[in-house]
């Protein structure tokens, strides 16, 4: 009897556990197969995908593909690829078909892309792309993007849906971003040189959670000029909880 009973604990805590939201990084890795000496083209790609749950880890996961879908692309669309292999073939099939064209030009094509887990807690998970393409021109584009999930359904959030009062957290925000870029109160939020749209505060498009707090990071071209860099504002908790739907 007592054999049983330690049997159905462990079953039921192996049970329990294979239904926590896990994580496992996979890689992806692709160069061109056409002669090159240096500066080869090629792209490689790491990213944690979601597993155990199904239905949560389904949706997570096809949020991050399709965001990569539109971060690594050549042309007017996304590719129409249906998995990373085929994402990262079309990148590279890319650069190949244009090579074809212009043979006698130089294209030193790359793409570099990781996933990590930014910030995880009961009620919020955080996904950060750090990423990194040049498909030819003066420069490359680097930036971060950030995916919020809720873990236990595994649907998107948007930033719209972090806050009680949107207006009013961004009203704070401007105060703190003024504050930290030396922006007077007096003057306009691009007196400085910023070159915020219509010349007004706007938060940014992506909003991270950390251990230390909320981060608003502006990419490049966001909210200042490539050269410029990107833009960032960290307020810690103890300040924007009260804003917070979700903390």
């Known amino acids: 009897m007592k054999n049983i009973v330690l049997y159905s604990i462990l079953l039921f805590t192996v049970a329990s556990c294979s239904k926590e939201l896990t994580f496992e990084n996979q890689s992806f890795e692709k160069k061109t197969s056409l002669p090159c000496t240096e500066n080869c083209p090629h792209i490689t790609v790491t990213i944690p995908i979601a597993k155990n749950l199904p239905i949560v880890a389904d949706s997570i996961n096809k949020k991050v593909f399709s965001v990569l879908k539109e971060i ?6 996304p590719y129409t690829s249906t998995d990373y292999n085929g994402l990262i073939n079309s990148f590279i099939g890319s650069y190949e078909q244009l090579r074809k064209e212009f043979p006698e030009d130089t294209f030193g094509w790359e793409a570099e892309i990781e996933g990590t887990i930014k910030y995880q807690s009961e009620s919020i998970l955080n996904l950060q792309i750090k990423h990194y393409t040049y498909t030819g021109g003066a420069h490359g584009y680097q930036g971060l993007r950030s995916l919020l999930f809720d873990p236990e359904t595994g649907k998107s959030i948007q930033n719209n849906q972090l806050f009680k ?7 704070f925000a401007e105060k703190k971003f003024r504050s930290k870029y030396k922006i007077p109160e ?8 910023f070159l915020f749209e219509d010349n007004a505060f706007q938060l940014p498009l992506n909003i991270f959670y950390t251990e230390k707090g909320l981060l608003l990071y502006y990419n ?14 960290l307020l810690p908790y103890k300040e924007v909880n009260d804003y917070l739907l979700i903390k």
Request: hydrophobic content about 30%.
């Open 72 to 77: 690594i692309y050549f042309g007017k669309k």
């Open 165 to 171: 009062d949107q207006n009013a957290f961004k009203s």
């Open 186 to 193: 007096n003057k306009s939020i691009n007196a400085t040189g």
């Open 220 to 233: 490049p071209y966001e909210a200042a000029s490539y050269v410029d860099g990107p833009k960032e504002l």
